[in-house]
């Protein structure tokens, strides 16, 4: 019975077991404790961390288990580091994540990051010194560029029997950049320098943008034909990102696909830190020549920024400098940290903005993002930071993101379909305040805000109702939601106080951001004999077929929605509704910082100047269309015998000075099916326009369930 014992106990990893095992999983412990408890890159330090505890797992060689044997799972998808192929899938991620509005607003800061590359070239020289090959002391070098996926590139190809402590001792100083960075940053700055403020860069347009990448590309893989496989798929994630109309790769792109590689990576490079392999000589020198590659390039980044501040009119902050090194994004977030903690004037509150489109040039988000810049132009103690294109299922993960990351102090949530998420965070982070837009449900740091448009679709419907010649007037819509529903009626009110006769058709594209859904609705509401659209969803779509077809000859008429559309459509936009978000941010975070907030719903319309009628700015009515407006004859109970134009004036007049004086919800109204919602004399309640949920009755159709 006891040699059976003795020999279970021989074939167990206890007998195997040597020191260096042990020494490696307690490594592994420490990344996993650094990831989760200090926060420290938790998406790279827990994948790697548990590597290392799979890769040190004493077993018998030729079984089949071990990372380095050809045979094993693990080995199957370490094949994707040793050949290259993680890094550029991260880099194409990462690409579809960056927005290089503020470089390409001051180019002059790509110095900075040549610069700090410095420690690159100083560490190849050292590992050269200490005796590594060129090729070994390439791959150490790259590890002061602080970039996990360029390191474990670079080394695959170069050294790959050194790509287990090169890709650890780059994740390592990655994930220490808030240890590593800031006494760097005290030591080679001063007080004075490190309280620079630097001017608000110029907005990039929406072209730039999308050739930036291109152009990128083309000029350094011209230059560096080697760096094609990262920087290709960098620019490649850029330019889906920036093209707006390839939304759908780029949200793959940046969540799932690059999460995925990540996992697999990690795990793959903690699981090759076998202590048999890893714990050498060699590993001790390439942690150590890291370490110092790291610091010099820190250090150069500041240096060098200093000397540019010689020869600039407007100085730029040399902490700047440390953001050189590509440890994204914690070097950034660590020099804004260095830098707001110098702040002598107040404390800085930072916010946190989730979009659930692209920002672009147009559309629900786009007028978000004006808002927030409006607001950070407007408080000087205020600093944002956003994240676009967040699917409602993701907002969850986002949020942490924004609080654990980013420390926001305050997150708004800009779709109805984070509701739900928004009031969770609430409760799970009850020292920061969240602000839920279009939504109805709150908590005690949970608060809700609105600025409608339904009176401006009021005065849209207007303007179809005398221009239709067919009596069909169109509606593309996304989401079978109260605000939507309102928006649809009160286009619908505005058509039947001057056209009795026209009815509205309403198409549902189920989908915020969906411009080829959106153009399959228009086109069959147009083949139904619609001569007028309208509609809420975030994109020009619908605009660029009316427009289309008007060049064709086929007058359409459409109306802008959100943001100023009418150079998409100038011969087809007769106007639209803007939403101005800037006075109702800045009205929120001034009262979250004088500490006079709560949560009570604050709600918007033409009064507080929130909606505006247009659909470009300066233009409440397209110059094309007034004449026509201005012709049409209308009765009206209250103004008589007046036209058009001058009713859209005298109404839109009456709504800037409030509800009571007119709102389009006023009684008596019926529902589609005769049911009379709001009697006459009344006026619907907020919290009935919040809940409508019937279609009123010269809309057609059941609102779908």
Known sequence: MGHLFVEFFQNTGFYLCDYRYIIMILIGFVFIYLGIVKDYEPLLLVPIGFGMLVGNIPIFKGLGLGIYETNSVLHYLYFGVTQGIYPPLIFLGIGAMTDFSTLLARPVLMLLGAAAQTGVFLTFLGALALGFAPNEAASIGIIGGADGPTAIFLTAKLSPHLIGPIAVAAYSY??????????????????????????????????????????????????????????????????LKEAVVTERLAQTARTSLIDIATILLGLTVGASTQGDVFLTPASIKIFVLGAGSFGVATAAGLIFA????????????????????????DSARVVQMVGQKEDPVETRMKAGFIYVGPVGDYG???????????????????????????????????????????????????????MNDTVAAGAKYPDNIFMHCSGFKRAENVGTYFGDLYQMYYLNGIMAGVLTKTNKIGYVAAFPIPELIRHINAYALGLKAVNPDAKVHVKWTYAWYGPDKAKEAAQALIAEGCDALAFTEDTPAVIEVGQEHSEM???????????????YGVDSVVSGQLMDWGGIYVKILKSIKDKTWDNKDIWWLAKEKAAMLGGAPGEI??????????????????????????????????????????????????????VVRIKQGTRASKGELLSIDYYVDNVEGSIPK
């Open 306 to 329: 200093k000397i540019m501040n010689l020869f600039l009119k407007t100085k730029i902050n040399p902490l700047l400098g440390a953001a050189g090194v590509s440890a994204v994004p």
């Open 553 to 567: 000859g086929k007058q359409i008429y459409t109306f802008s929605h959100y943001s100023p559309m009418q150079p």
């Open 364 to 418: 629900w988000s786009h007028a978000h993002d004006q808002g927030r810049i409006f607001a950070e132009k407007q408080l000087p103690w205020l600093d944002t930071v956003i994240v676009e294109s967040v699917s409602e299922s993701d907002s969850a993960r986002i949020i942490d993101r924004l609080v654990q990351e980013q420390k926001c102090d305050v997150v708004f949530t800009t779709s109805f379909g984070y």
């Open 174 to 239: 990655m994930a220490l950049v808030p240890v590593i960075q800031p006494p760097i940053m005290r030591l080679l700055t001063t007080r004075k320098e490190r309280l620079i403020r630097m001017e608000e860069p110029r907005v990039v347009g929406k072209k730039e943008k999308v050739i930036f990448p291109i152009v990128a590309f083309l000029l350094c893989c011209f230059l560096a034909p080697a760096a094609l496989p990262l920087l290709g798929m960098l620019c490649f994630g850029n330019l």
């Open 621 to 674: 009515i397209n110059p094309k269309f007034v004449d026509d407006l201005k012709k049409a004859m209308v009765n009206s109970k209250e103004f008589g015998k007046i036209s058009a134009y001058d009713l859209i004036l005298k109404r839109y007049a009456q709504m800037q000075q409030g509800v009571d004086i007119f709102d389009p919800y006023d009684g008596p109204i019926k529902d589609n099916k005769g």
